[in-house]
C-alpha cells in the first residue's frame, strides 16, 4: 500500500519589517527583521548625525512598519541621563514618520550581551574593539527581545 503524503502551502504574507535603534550621541545601532518579523538580525551602524536621513532613506526602499527605539533604563527603573536627547531624536521622528508605530524596549545590559555575543561568536580582538559592531548587536539585542515579548516567548521557555 502506497502512502501518499499532501503538503498544504499556506501563503504566509510578508509584513512591514521592524527596525530596532539603539541610539547614541556619537553612533546608532540599527537592527531590521527579516519579513516575517521572527528574526532580528544587526543592520549597519550610522553615525547618529546621519541618522534621520539614513532611515528616511531606508524606509523609502523597505516596507517598515514600526520602529523599536531602546530605552536606557538605571538598575532601579528610572530613566537614565541619555534620555533627554533620546527624547527629542524620537519626537522628532514621530514627526517625520508619522506612519510608522514608535515602540520602547528596555535596554539594559544590552552592550554587555553583546559584547559576550561578539566573543562567543569568535570575533578578533581588534574587531571587537570596533564600537560599531557592538552598536548594531546591541540593536539585534533590543529588537529581539521585543519580538520575543510581541510572541509571549520567555528565554529557556519554548
Known sequence: MRAEVLYLCTETKDLGRILAIDYGTKRTGIAV?????????????????DLMLYL????????????????????????????????????ALRKRLPHLRVEWVDER?????????????????????????????????????YLDGKNNLHPGVL
Not at 34 to 46: F, G, K, M, N, Y
Request: charged share 25%.
Open 109 to 145: 545590559f544590552t552592550s554587555r550581551m553583546a559584547q559576550a555575543a561578539l566573543v562567543e561568536g569568535g570575533m578578533k580582538k581588534s574587531k571587537r574593539r570596533e564600537k560599531g559592531a557592538l552598536d548594531k548587536v546591541s540593536a539585534a539585542l533590543i529588537l529581539q527581545s
Open 33 to 49: 527583521t527579516d519579513p516575517h518579523q521572527r528574526i532580528a538580525s544587526p543592520l549597519e551602524t550610522v553615525p547618529t548625525h
Open 56 to 91: 528616511d532613506d531606508y524606509v523609502a526602499r523597505e516596507n517598515v512598519e514600526a520602529l523599536v527605539v531602546g530605552r536606557p533604563l538605571r538598575l532601579d527603573g528610572s530613566d537614565s541621563q541619555s534620555m533627554r536627547p533620546l527624547t527629542f531624536f524620537v519626537n
